[in-house]
């Protein structure tokens, strides 16, 4: 057992226990940790956004000898005055923290709207429609080095059966009865295991942040074992 | 109180106590399981290993604190196999968050278990930009534009490593390791499919589900969550023996993580055990 001497070891010790504690009932260290996670994350965005952003990539292509003491090696390139548009559509949409003047930031933010609607249209279409559809694409009889894949084969056909059987539970234009009816119920066993698998997953995720932590907890903090 | 009423009514504190015991007893006893590289993994790992020397791999670390448990092994044996492919190494994210802990990876991996590899020659930490997928879909036609200088401040242009790049196509690898949106998808979406870019990922398990159907066409590969980056360091391993002897938590966490499911698969039985008992005992209530 080698306990830590890292003051900041201890708080991070000290907020997750604070935390966990919350599994038991709510209480003062818990809401502690909470509010003090929620005001560190703000100044971070906020520091963030400033010096990865807002300067490297608006001050100093406006106004590059205005970056001359922070970011020396920008200082140096021409303007490019044309960053003049966003610095403006920017500005307007801060006009929101104002009462009378918060309807001017429904401009840029209607560019915005329009711009990533114009982006994710083609992108979407093109990635999770038409490139979907073509993955559904596969042969039922795989043939692998000349011969019959098994496998292959299988893993095709559940493909295929559950994307066809899915898409019928979801067409309501037509009575769910008889060989369709069937087809609807097997979509249902398909969304049912996805479901399962997908909780499965949700299960797995959670036990390996419970894991980091205890590693934390009994290898940083502790030194019970070895990370 | 007969013993299905217990059981039935049982705290959810006890069962969170359970939780913990299934995981720190295993943790504690060192219990470790053997992994081996499925294909949607070992695909990943083929991929860096036919690299041939110096070519070019992004990785986008796309994550938080509240993931690293599950992605900084990804990255970790990631950043392994590159170095010992003599790959150079662009790192950058649409996080926030990852660029930190983009920093705390260059100091404890890059830095420390590759001290001859030159900063700005083999490696550059290009930091975090806005801008989500609207970066990449920027960054697909000119790096440059939106990276004017890399993490430190220092001028793009006079880093020799990014004086072949122009663009995303001149990667030959983009590896997107995150837990959210913007993420993998996103990489897929704006990157890997309109610029045929081979995308490679690796996601928390939550987001694995989601990401499968994109595997094999329009994904090289996946490490979905823990037993991912189980599987990619066992592979790891297996090339490389000297990193049996390092850390490697992907596989010391499946030992707990296995416990873990059995004791929750046990609670999971037996509170259909319950409900049943109790639906048949209605049943005959109603009838008595």
């Known amino acids: ?227 | 109180m007969s013993f299905f009423d217990a059981i039935k009514n049982i705290d959810r504190r006890i069962i969170f106590l359970f939780i913990a015991l299934s995981v720190i007893i295993p943790l504690l006893a060192r219990i470790e399981f053997t992994e081996r590289a499925g294909p949607i993994v070992k695909n990943i790992f083929d991929k860096v290993e036919s690299l041939p020397a110096g070519s070019r791999v992004l990785l986008s670390l796309d994550y938080g604190p509240s993931t690293v448990p599950e992605i900084q092994p990804m990255v970790n044996a990631l950043v392994r196999h590159c170095n010992e492919k003599q790959l150079k190494i662009y790192f950058m994210c649409l996080w926030a968050t990852g660029q930190n802990l983009t920093t705390i990876t260059i100091d404890s991996v890059q830095a420390k278990e590759f001290p001859e590899k030159v900063y700005g020659v083999d490696y550059v930490n290009l930091g975090y930009k806005a801008g989500n997928e609207g970066l990449i879909n920027v960054i697909i036609t000119d790096m440059k534009k939106m990276y004017t200088t890399d993490v430190h401040g220092t001028d793009i242009n006079k880093l020799e490593i990014m004086k072949p790049v122009r663009n995303l196509t001149s990667f030959d690898l983009i590896v997107g390791l995150g837990g959210g949106t913007p993420g993998i998808k996103e990489w897929i979406l704006f990157a890997g499919d309109p610029g045929g870019i081979p995308v490679a990922g690796g996601c928390t398990a939550v987001q694995a589900p989601l990401l499968y159907p994109y595997w094999p066409n329009q994904l090289l590969g996946l490490m979905g969550g823990i037993k991912g980056a189980a599987e990619y360091e066992s592979e790891l391993i297996k090339h490389y023996p000297k990193y049996k002897s390092q850390s490697h938590p992907g596989i010391n966490m499946m030992g707990p993580q296995a416990i873990a499911h059995i004791v929750i698969m046990v609670f999971i039985i037996i509170g259909n055990i319950t409900f049943f008992i109790e639906r048949s005992r209605e049943k005959k209530g109603k009838l008595g």
Request: with cysteine; hydrophobic share 55%; proline share 4%.
């Open chain 1, 1 to 227: 057992m080698h306990i830590s001497a890292n003051i900041m070891v201890w708080f991070g010790a000290f907020l997750t226990l604070s935390i966990l504690s919350f599994l038991y009932k709510d209480n003062v260290f818990y809401k502690f940790a909470e509010h003090l996670f929620v005001g560190v994350s703000a100044a971070y965005w906020m520091v963030i956004g400033i010096w990865g952003t807002l300067f490297p990539n608006l001050i100093a292509k406006i106004y590059p000898g205005g970056v001359r003491f922070v970011l020396p090696s920008l200082a140096d390139r021409p303007p490019e005055y044309y960053y003049i548009i966003p610095a403006i559509l920017g500005i307007l949409l801060l006009m929101r923290l104002s009462r009378k003047l918060g309807w001017i930031s429904r401009w840029p933010l209607a560019f915005i709207v329009g711009t990533t609607a114009g982006f994710n249209l083609v992108r979407y279409l093109r990635s999770d429609f038409i490139g979907q559809v073509r993955n559904t694409l596969i042969p039922l009889i795989v043939i692998k080095d000349g011969s019959f894949n098994f496998i292959g084969s299988f893993s095709n056909t559940v493909i295929i059966v559950g994307v066809l059987c899915g898409l019928i539970y979801f067409f309501f234009s037509k009575e769910h009865k008889g060989a369709f009816g069937v087809a609807s119920r097997i979509g249902i066993w398909i969304l049912m295991i996805t479901f399962g698998a997908g909780f499965g997953y949700t299960v797995m995720a959670r036990i390996s942040l419970l894991v980091g932590r205890m590693q934390f907890l009994m290898g940083d903090w502790l030194g019970i074992i070895n990370r």
